[in-house]
């Protein structure tokens, strides 16, 4: 079983719908990112947090610590938001690194 | 650009040749990662480098490869005697973490894409 489980691996949405991806993971962390990844590799971190919830522009992330599960929201979803969305964990005492989830490919359809 | 920097973008080389690729992090920070990425999955984790100390090696990370960063600047990855499973996206990322209880952002790099036939 993987450290960093992401749900859905695949997500059609139509423009205008909210979304929600999750992510569960199985070990102590110091933080949970929310990471974006556009065709051609470039990836772009949308969120760092180690408790409750942050918000920019339209993407909200929340993370449960006690529950080990983290949610990345969508709203008012837009064709541009398309790209696979990836959740990473920093391990607690591991030199930083990032353990990531096999991340979320999200289509959103005019 | 002040951003990570990978060169070179795209490599196809042949199955047994050695292939080398560089990241250039942004300045003055103190931690480098290097991460691969095949097709339809999530990056894993080879090696990270304090300054030019390189302080974790994964399992992944095969005799075939070697990272370096000698002046705790650019890095290098070097890939020998390449097999077709080397195949993927080498990232790498930087950060200004320190090792203390502060927990900083990673900056990633484009990526270099390397194809062995």
């Known amino acids: 079983k993987n450290e960093v489980e992401q749900s859905p691996q695949n997500l059609t949405a139509q423009e205008g719908e909210f979304i929600t991806i999750n992510c569960s993971y199985s070990?102590?962390?110091?933080?949970l990112h929310w990471l974006q990844q556009h065709p051609g590799g470039g990836i772009v971190s949308l969120f760092m947090l180690s408790s409750g919830k942050k918000k920019h522009g339209r993407l909200i992330a929340t993370i449960n610590i006690q529950e080990k599960h983290s949610s990345l929201h969508i709203t008012a979803s837009h064709p541009r938001d398309s790209a696979v969305y990836i959740c990473?964990?920093?391990?607690?005492?591991?030199?930083?690194?990032?353990?990531f989830g096999q991340g979320t490919e999200l289509s959103v359809k005019p | 650009d002040t951003g990570v920097s990978q060169n070179p973008r795209h490599k196809i080389t042949k199955r047994g040749q050695n292939v080398t690729f560089r990241c250039d992090p942004i300045s003055e920070h103190n931690r480098l990662y290097w991460y691969r990425q095949t097709l339809g999955q999530g990056p894993e984790f080879l090696t990270y480098?304090?300054?030019?100390?390189?302080?974790?090696k994964s399992r992944l990370l095969s005799d075939r490869f070697s990272a370096e960063r000698p002046k705790g600047s650019f890095s290098t990855l070097e890939i020998q005697r390449t097999e077709q499973g080397d195949s993927a996206m080498y990232l790498c990322?930087?950060?200004?973490?320190?090792?203390?209880?502060?927990?900083?952002?990673?900056?990633f790099g484009p990526g270099t894409r390397l194809t062995v036939t």
């Open positions: 990473a964990v920093r391990i607690y005492n591991q030199g930083g690194k990032l353990i």
């Open positions: 990322a930087s950060s200004p973490d320190k090792g203390g209880r502060v927990t900083y952002e990673q900056y």
């Open positions: 070990v102590g962390i110091s933080a």
């Open positions: 480098f304090q300054n030019e100390a390189q302080l974790e």
